[in-house]
């Protein structure tokens, strides 16, 4: 069974502060890893991932995979307040099209 | 353009009672999926459609079932509501003839069984 891990759970930080978010997963016949962000009911996408080694950025947010070590993570710089979410990890596997399974979340909490 | 959007927003039931989830997809998509999210938990899939076919289905109970019409819009059905179904149901839509095409969520559905 395929399985996504997140950590940590939580983390409280200050604006200003860089945050690294984990997700290790076991996906049979991997095919991408994605980041999405929940702040109240829809996820939003930030990033895919296929090929190991290549950084996505957009901003603030940076995102990097490792197909070797089952990895990935999430950096965001800078931390604002609007960057308190849940940021949840999910892996695909078997088709390029196929269901995501997804870790627990990370919350975040950004404090001024 | 307008996104996934998914009705009704909020439903309270009864234990044992049915309930049907309403999600049209992102203009031009042709894929839904459908996912609970349980409070404090990441979304898990409970099933796809394309074609107006259940094309992949995650480890849920046959009480959970679905449809999608010809215009690409799905519908869930809950049989039998246990307290446990009570969370978000989220549908996704994406486009599956572009490969690795990432899935965009609805806003949810908010059921609570009591």
């Known amino acids: 069974e395929d399985k996504v891990v997140q950590s940590p759970l939580s983390l409280v930080v200050h604006e200003g502060d860089t945050v690294t978010l984990n997700c290790s997963y076991e996906?049979?016949?991997?095919?991408?890893l994605l980041w999405y962000k929940q702040e109240k009911k829809a996820p939003t996408f930030l990033f895919m991932l296929?090929?190991?080694?290549i950084e996505k950025k957009s901003g603030r947010l940076s995102s990097i995979l490792d197909k070797k070590e089952l990895f990935s993570i999430l950096n965001i710089t800078a931390t604002q307040t609007g960057d308190s979410a849940i940021y949840l990890c999910?892996?695909?596997?078997?088709?390029?099209?196929?269901?995501?399974?997804f870790g627990q979340g990370t919350i975040l909490t950004v404090h001024p | 353009d307008a996104g996934v959007t998914q009705s009704p927003t909020h439903l309270i039931k009864t234990r044992g009672q049915q309930v049907t989830l309403r999600c049209s997809p992102k203009?031009?998509?042709?894929?839904v999926s459908w996912y609970q999210q349980a409070l404090g938990q990441g979304p898990q899939f409970i099933f796809q459609?394309?074609?107006?076919?259940?094309?992949q289905r995650g480890n849920f109970p046959d009480r959970f079932s679905g449809h999608q019409f010809p215009n690409y819009s799905s519908e869930l059905n809950v049989n039998a509501l246990l307290l446990g179904d009570s969370a978000l149901y989220l549908c996704?839509?994406?486009?599956?003839?572009?490969?690795?095409?990432?899935?965009?969520f609805g806003p949810g559905t908010r059921l609570t069984v009591t």
């Open positions: 296929t090929s190991s080694g």
């Open positions: 203009s031009g998509h042709d894929t």
């Open positions: 996906v049979t016949n991997f095919r991408s």
């Open positions: 999910a892996g695909r596997g078997g088709t390029s099209y196929g269901k995501l399974t």
């Open positions: 996704a839509s994406s486009l599956r003839r572009v490969a690795h095409y990432e899935q965009y």
């Open positions: 459609y394309y074609e107006e076919e259940e094309r």
